[in-house]
């Protein structure tokens, strides 16, 4: 089992807002990142330390992080976004690090 | 723009020794900075990281792995290798080459380059 839990499913009307949250003890200490693999692809880094973007990841991403959670919020949901996401961290004994199960967005 | 391409057998027989290498191009894995790590995804599923390696050879391995894992770095061909003894039908999976950096004190540590992957089948 993994030590970062997140919601095996969300979904989110076309237009609308949606947080998917990733928890586990070592996000107290260490910063969470996020990706985002759409069917047969690679993963995509989408979010990475306390709310960073890289080049051309839209602006309607972000991040946020709070005690053992940290979450990732996609504003304006487009059609494209619909895939797994992933969170990634250190571990509790901060020496490797580990993925969260992954959270299946559908954008309805 | 750095580029990671994942490359060896399809195939694999049970007990055998699975052999990946990852090859980098638009940037040196000798110029330090970054380490370059394993991922696999099995069938229908989650992430697993598997270990990285730093340029100068320090290593380390997912707990859970690290009796069968050997990651290796050749950077006169810019390239790092995966090998994983004993192989079983639970090993079949994408198998991903990534490099991992370091953003500092608000970046965190992220995967930002990551090969195409490659899917492993153990079977006889």
């Known amino acids: 089992s993994s030590e970062l839990t997140q919601d095996p499913a969300v979904s989110v009307a076309l237009g609308q807002t949606v947080r998917i949250t990733c928890q586990g003890d070592s996000l107290r200490s260490y910063y969470a990142s996020w990706y985002q693999q759409k069917p047969g692809q690679a993963p995509v880094l989408v979010i990475y330390?306390?709310?960073n973007r890289p080049s051309g990841i839209p602006d309607r991403f972000s991040g946020s992080s709070s005690g053992n959670t940290a979450s990732l919020t996609i504003t304006g949901a487009q059609a494209e976004d619909e895939a797994d996401y992933y969170c990634?961290?250190?571990?509790?004994?901060?020496?490797?690090?580990?993925f969260g199960g992954g959270t299946k967005l559908t954008v309805l | 723009q750095v580029q990671l391409q994942e490359s060896g057998p399809g195939l694999v027989k049970p007990s055998q020794t699975l052999s990946l290498t990852c090859t980098v191009s638009g940037g040196s894995i000798s110029s330090g900075g970054y380490y370059w790590s394993w991922i696999r995804q099995h069938p229908g599923k989650g992430l697993e990281w598997i270990g990285y390696i730093y340029y100068s050879g320090s290593t380390y391995y997912n707990p859970s792995l690290k009796s069968r894992v050997t990651i290796s770095v050749d950077t006169s061909k810019n390239q790092f290798s995966l090998k994983l003894s004993s192989v079983t039908a639970a090993d079949t999976a994408v198998y991903y080459c990534?490099?991992?950096?370091?953003?500092?004190?608000?970046?965190?540590?992220?995967?930002?380059?990551w090969g195409q992957g490659t899917l492993v089948t153990v079977s006889s």
């Open positions: 330390g306390k709310n």
């Open positions: 990534a490099r991992q950096s370091h953003g500092g004190a608000e970046g965190g540590v992220y995967f930002d380059y």
């Open positions: 990634n961290s250190r571990d509790s004994s901060g020496n490797s690090w580990v």
